[in-house]
């Protein structure tokens, strides 16, 4: 089966511009997850989806960031404006349902000037 | 939510058995737990997952005993190529999922 698409693979920006991320999860997959992970540190969950409704987006920071999954199939992420302590790698992840295993992407690396 | 607490790095040979214990003093009676293996410049990916005794499949082991407040991954004849990050992560639906910072285990040659 094909994995969890996402692009773009990096990303290099000025801070205070815009930047979006778009993830294609794995066909079928109810449950949608997007991810920050910062250098040396595990991935922080920004937001999940249970087909197209958010579930928890409790750790996005809603003044800048911006999630949706219209359709219930892929997913944009955005960050308006950057700010330099957004640098990092954001993971799209997808599973059948919550709690059944993980299946992640790559990610896009970001990297603010 | 249980927390998690795992070693910061291990150190192993190669054909050497690898066993990363996991801490979950305060686990529910519903969380599973599951561990991920990442690379550098890639995605985590699942191991394996597990409620309680042993879990075995082609890649691990996952040994929880009776009063589930720890678990260990076993990872058999280990390979340079098993270099990485692995988590350990307890809880069940509708749970906060939470990674540390997980386990660095290097393999030397």
């Known amino acids: 089966e094909a994995g969890v698409a996402q692009s773009p693979r990096y990303k290099i920006i000025e801070k205070r511009q815009s930047v979006a991320f778009w993830c294609n999860p794995i066909?079928?997959?109810?449950?949608l997850y997007w991810y920050q992970q910062i250098l040396g540190q595990g991935p922080k969950l920004l937001i999940q989806?249970?087909?197209?409704?958010?579930?928890?987006d409790s750790q996005l920071p809603k003044d800048r960031f911006s999630a949706e999954r219209l359709k219930g199939v892929d997913s944009t992420l955005k960050i308006q404006p950057a700010k330099l302590e957004d640098s990092a790698v954001y993971l799209c992840?997808?599973?059948?349902?919550?709690?059944?295993?993980?299946?992640f992407g790559d990610g896009t690396r970001l990297s603010i000037l | 939510l249980a927390k998690t607490t795992q070693p910061i790095s291990m150190d192993s040979y190669e054909g050497q058995e690898v066993n990363i214990t996991c801490s979950h003093n305060?686990?529910?009676?519903?969380?599973?737990i599951t561990w991920y293996q990442q690379f550098p410049s890639q995605g985590p990916r699942f191991i394996i997952q597990?409620?309680?005794t042993k879990v075995t499949n082609e890649v691990a082991s996952l040994f929880i005993p009776a009063d589930r407040k720890s678990s260990t991954l076993s990872l058999p004849r280990v390979s340079l190529s098993d270099t990485a990050v692995y988590y350990c992560?307890?809880?069940?639906?509708?749970?906060?999922?939470?990674f540390g910072k997980g386990t660095r285990l290097h393999i030397l040659p």
């Open positions: 992840a997808s599973s059948l349902e919550a709690n059944q295993p993980q299946h």
């Open positions: 066909s079928g997959h109810a449950t």
């Open positions: 989806f249970q087909n197209n409704g958010v579930v928890d």
């Open positions: 305060n686990i529910a009676t519903n969380d599973y």
């Open positions: 597990g409620y309680k």
């Open positions: 992560l307890v809880g069940d639906v509708g749970d906060k999922i939470i």
